[in-house]
């Protein structure tokens, strides 16, 4: 922490300096770039801003290692200043704010010994003229680019850049049918090319790239089917191909002996047919994403070998079949969306595994057809929900074979539909709405106090709301509208401070809403449509404090009643008078008591209804 000395320090053998993460913040001094046996500065991800002072760089430099990543730096970098850098060999300034053109093909003729370049969102601007190269960089294993404005995929000068191991160019504009030249890079293991405007098939020339072990296309305007060549990439661990517009079916050869996928995504795309039933044969999927097709039949019994499989999203398709309870055997599996699908029955416990869902963070089966009660037995199981996570200040998100998991996801979050690009580990979801559940609402969900959505909703769910549920103190969305819940609103719920968005409406709940600092923020919406619910904020009744209620019809030791009262009131008060002197003196008699039942019956309850409806206005 704090800023580097103004003053130049004699440091002039000094070959390595390394001052990355130490939240260092001010302007790079000049004499920093002066020291004359410098070989390697490694200043990434720090604070430091304003312009960088290339141009004091003695030449010849011996500069050969330079990382200003992750820092706030801006302003020009005139490239020809980097062109005579040409003992670099890693130029790492992504994650910045600059705003200079540079030319690749310029860059890349030039400092030919480079072996890293990464100017992903340095937001310097890129630009290709795909002309004829005449140096090769036979050392470059990594070219970034992500985020650089490039609109032209540049032919050219990878065509020279044949010992390359990662190529990112995702995130720009770039035009045009997928290039089949990508081919001919047979070293390349990481491709990432997702977030620009490719269109056309995908090539069968992939099964080339031998060695390719994550491809990542995801967002462009791909079509056609997905070539079964695919699958003969064998060391292929990770294919994000979703948000295209691909079609046909799934290829059965996934599957196969030698395919070893950790993590597919082909969601939102224009499949259709069902799920291969080979699909996790070989056991090491850790993510499934086949969202948004238009996917039929039930969900293949091999995923269960998969016992690493962490998140299987599966929503917006046509499946159907009961509920698969064998996925309860997934120790691992930490997201489940089953949403939008035509899944039907009740969910019933498995007999083959004793703890279910252990692990289980997120859960949505909501918008199908499953029936009876909520799954009681299962919620016992969800450990993972019983603990409260305590992280650090910043946000810890779910990973999936080592790296962040980027899958974005449609939640209903406080009556709305939330896109998450990527999940939390902390924020745990239980969304089980639009279905057709009936019974009551098991206390046991109280015990799930990391909880911080509950969606009950659209249901037939009835009885009361648990007075377990004020247990939920980390809950910041509790939806249980539209049901046939009855009874009193727990007070518990009052306590719950983290609550920011509660829907009660369209129940039979009574009795007066609990006061509360939180409940005080909920306008009527959240109340509406229970007829005899009472109290801020719906408008058709008001409190009366000191407003006496009518009591309990209990008879006093001395025989003294409301029945005497009520008798004087409909037949007159000296008739009633008579009548209350002559039960006291007699002791009430069982015929009089009998008599004075029958007469007074209907006056007594019309009295009472009247009552109750003076105190409602």
């Given amino acids: 922490m704090g800023s580097l000395p103004k003053s130049p320090l004699n440091l002039t053998h000094l070959t390595y300096l390394a001052l990355q993460g130490n939240k260092l913040n001010g302007t790079l001094p000049s004499w920093l770039f002066t020291l004359p046996s410098l070989e390697s500065l490694y200043l990434f991800n720090n604070m430091f801003n304003g312009d960088v002072p290339f141009n004091s760089f003695g030449l010849p430099s011996f500069i050969k290692n330079l990382s200003l990543s992750f820092n706030q730096l801006g ?126 098939v995908i090539p069968q020339c992939l099964e080339n790239m031998t060695n390719l072990a994550d491809l990542q296309m995801y967002s462009n305007q791909l079509e056609g089917l997905l070539p079964p060549s695919i ?41 259709h047919g069902t799920i291969p039933n080979t699909l996790g044969y070989r056991g090491t999927l850790q993510g499934l994403i086949l969202k948004g097709n238009n996917l039929q039949g039930e969900l293949p019994n091999s995923l269960s070998n998969c016992h690493d499989l962490e998140v299987l999203d599966l929503e917006n398709n046509n499946l159907n079949g009961t509920f698969p309870d064998w996925l309860g055997g997934l120790s691992n599996l930490k997201v489940l969306n089953l949403r939008s699908n035509m899944f039907y029955g009740p969910i019933a416990t498995s007999f083959v595994v004793d703890v279910s869902f252990q692990s289980l963070l997120v859960l949505d089966l909501s918008h199908n057809r499953f029936v009876g009660q909520l799954p009681t037995k299962y919620f016992q199981n969800y450990n993972a929900m019983k603990h409260v996570v305590r992280g650090s200040t910043m946000p810890e998100y779910l990973l999936i074979n080592g790296t962040e998991f980027y899958n974005p996801v449609v939640m209903t979050v406080k009556g709305l539909d939330l896109l998450f690009e990527k999940l939390l580990v902390n924020y745990m979801i239980i969304d089980l709405s639009s279905n057709k559940f009936e019974g009551d609402i098991p206390n046991i969900i109280g015990n799930l106090i990391s909880l911080k959505v509950l969606n009950l909703s659209h249901n037939n769910l009835k009885g ?44 039979n709940l009574v009795g007066r809403i609990p006061k509360g600092e939180q409940f005080s923020t909920f306008d009527m919406s959240s109340f509406q449509g229970n007829p005899k619910l009472c109290g801020f904020p719906l408008p058709n009744c008001s409190d009366h404090p000191h407003e006496p209620q009518l009591e309990k019809d209990d008879e006093e030791d001395n025989g003294f009643t409301w029945r005497v009262v009520m008798m004087g009131y409909g037949c007159g008060t000296f008739v009633g008078l008579l009548m209350g002197y002559f039960m006291l003196s007699t002791g009430r008699p069982k015929w009089f008591n009998d008599i004075a039942d029958a007469g007074i019956y209907l006056i007594l309850t019309r009295q009472t209804k009247r009552r109750y409806i003076f105190i409602g206005r």
């Avoid at 062109?83 to 200079?100: A, G, K, M, V, W």
């Avoid at 010992?163 to 035009?175: G, T, V, W, Y």
């Fill in 75 to 200: 302003g020009q970098i005139d490239q020809t200043l980097i062109l005579q850098l040409t003992n670099l060999r890693y130029l790492d300034i992504s994650s910045n704010n600059f705003t200079s053109h540079w030319e690749l093909d310029a860059l890349l003729s030039s400092l030919t010994n480079l072996e890293v370049l990464d100017l992903s969102f340095s937001g310097l601007s890129i630009t290709t003229n795909n002309a004829t190269t005449h140096h090769a960089n036979p050392n470059m294993i990594y070219l970034g680019l992500a985020s650089c404005k490039l609109n032209e995929f540049p032919v050219v000068p990878l065509r020279y850049l044949r010992n390359l191991e990662l190529l990112d160019l995702s995130i720009n504009d770039i035009h045009g049918q997928f290039p089949p030249s990508i081919c001919n890079m047979s070293n390349l293991i990481t491709l990432y090319l997702f977030e620009n405007s490719f269109r056309g």
């Fill in 231 to 271: 699958c003969n990439l064998g060391g292929l661990l990770s294919l994000d191909l979703s948000n295209n517009n691909l079609g046909g079916v799934i290829p059965q050869c996934f599957g196969n002996p030698g395919s070893d996928f950790v993590f597919i995504n082909l969601g939102n795309n224009d499949f």
């Fill in 464 to 507: 009361e709301i648990p007075y377990a549920l004020g247990n939920l103190l980390e809950i910041e969305s509790l939806d249980l509208s539209c049901n046939r819940l009855t009874g009193e609103i727990p007070k518990s719920l009052a306590g719950i401070t983290n609550l920011e968005y509660l829907n009660l409406s369209e129940n």
